[in-house]
């Protein structure tokens, strides 16, 4: 975030799934006006807003993730990693490469996207773009 400075150029995309009990809104940034009324931004943009309407992400990347959550993921797969009888000198890096995993698994530009990552679709565009904000709403929450 804040690649693009106080950009008011962009789009924003909204989603609501089939069934109706769910949906999503994203606000993507871009830096002009042209870039913003194309049809492949805007298709970018509806694109990456289905991600955001799934389960999934809770943060934009894992630099947003509060410090203690991180932490208490770390916890929770050392602890299971005496449930399973890891040996001690492997615990630490078992348990923080499942935290790692795990924080990909709700980071929405970690998230898959066609053959890559939200991250690589926004990287690939062409232009600076930018995820402003996201929402994910579901009457299952």
């Known amino acids: 975030p804040g690649m693009l400075g106080n950009s008011s150029h962009g789009y924003i995309a909204t989603i609501t799934l089939p069934d109706g009990r769910g949906g999503a809104l994203l606000d993507l940034r871009c830096a002009s006006a042209e870039i913003a009324i194309s049809s492949a931004f805007r298709d970018l943009a509806l694109r990456v807003c289905r991600v955001v309407a799934q389960p999934s992400p809770r943060f934009l990347d894992h630099h947003e993730i509060p410090l203690q959550e991180a932490e208490a993921l770390v916890q929770e797969y050392r602890v299971e990693a005496l449930r399973r009888g890891i040996p001690d000198e492997d615990l630490e890096l078992y348990a923080r490469r499942s935290a790692e995993h795990r924080m990909r698994q709700i980071c929405l530009l970690d998230l898959p996207l066609g053959s890559g990552t939200v991250n ?11 995820v402003r904000r996201f929402y994910r709403a579901s009457l299952d929450d």
Do not use: Q
Not at 120 to 130: I, K, R, T, Y
């Open 120 to 130: 690589s679709a926004l990287e690939d565009f062409g232009h600076p773009v930018e």
